[in-house]
């Protein structure tokens, strides 16, 4: 159950109407590592839970925190778009600034949304499900929700550099600040189920089932061996389950495969050089 509480987690208005900026703002909002996203991710991991317990807590702690966020974000884009020209574009986009703003702004900000945020990024492409991980698993899910705060925290610094508004930059620096506790609290979750789990996902499925003699082997794909040097290479594994080893000549453990002939009704390339129409025309179809 949810409750919408009128007031903002956070301020979220700038010092002038920006159009431009607007747009760019879309991509953290509903872009691939956005707010929708992240939202999204952390509700659907968390419902799944299967129980309750502190990762359960965490994960609708935090996804309802992102949906503050959207709103936080749904509200500066309001205000950016605030002026933005929507009457006739033509004759307004004379003026060299006008014109300008019309270049730059997303136009279905006038023409769908009404001046107003939309489910969609920087590109107008709108947000998909297909953004989001929840597989049942919390190590792996934990990991993918590190990776989304990273590239989240990313974008939303890339936007701070970019813009000169001070009240943009104050919303922008609470969202990177929540970033940060974000990657740390993933992080903590990690280490603690690594611990009990070890590192490998899943840690259930039996060792004596999979290839042990290729589970900790680095295969050089690569002009070079620079590769040979890393931690990944050389000593005892990061499960503590068995020692790291560096193939340099990697060579085929499979023969070339061969495969059989399609069947004549998937009208593929004939294998055999045929030489007659006749010859062409399989048999039952004449």
Do not use: C
Not at 264 to 281: C, S
């Amino acid at each position: 159950m949810f409750f919408h509480k009128k007031e903002l987690q956070y301020h979220a208005k700038p010092e002038r109407p920006d159009p431009i900026f607007a747009r760019q703002l879309q991509e953290v909002l509903g872009g691939q590592w956005g707010e929708i996203s992240v939202a999204m991710q952390y509700l659907f991991q968390g419902w799944n839970v299967r129980g309750n317990g502190k990762y359960k807590d965490l994960l609708m702690d935090t996804g309802a925190e992102e949906l503050a966020h959207i709103e936080m974000l749904a509200t500066m884009i309001a205000r950016l778009l605030d002026g933005a020209p929507v009457g006739d574009l033509e004759t307004a986009a004379k003026d060299p600034v006008i014109g300008a703003i019309l270049g730059g702004m997303n136009p279905q900000h006038a023409i769908v949304s009404g001046l107003g945020a939309m489910p969609a990024d920087s590109m107008g492409n709108r947000w998909t499900a297909n953004y989001i991980i929840a597989s049942g698993n919390l190590l792996a899910d934990f990991r993918m929700n590190l990776t989304a705060e990273s590239q989240g925290r990313l974008q939303v610094s890339r936007l701070y550099a970019a813009t000169n508004d001070r009240g943009v930059k104050d919303m922008l620096s609470w969202l990177i600040a929540r970033d940060t506790m974000h990657q740390n609290q993933w992080l903590a979750a990690i280490k603690e189920l690594e611990a009990k789990e070890n590192v490998v996902v899943p840690s259930t499925f039996p060792r004596e089932l999979e290839k042990q003699e290729v589970a900790y082997t680095l295969f050089n794909f690569s002009e070079g061996n620079e590769s040979a040097t890393g931690r990944w290479a050389q000593g005892k594994s990061m499960d503590g389950l068995g020692t790291f080893n560096y193939v340099e000549n990697p060579v085929p453990l499979a023969n070339k495969p061969k495969l059989k002939p399609a069947p004549e009704y998937i009208f593929d390339t004939p294998l055999a050089v045929v030489k007659g129409r006749d010859e062409q025309i399989p048999p039952n179809l004449i």
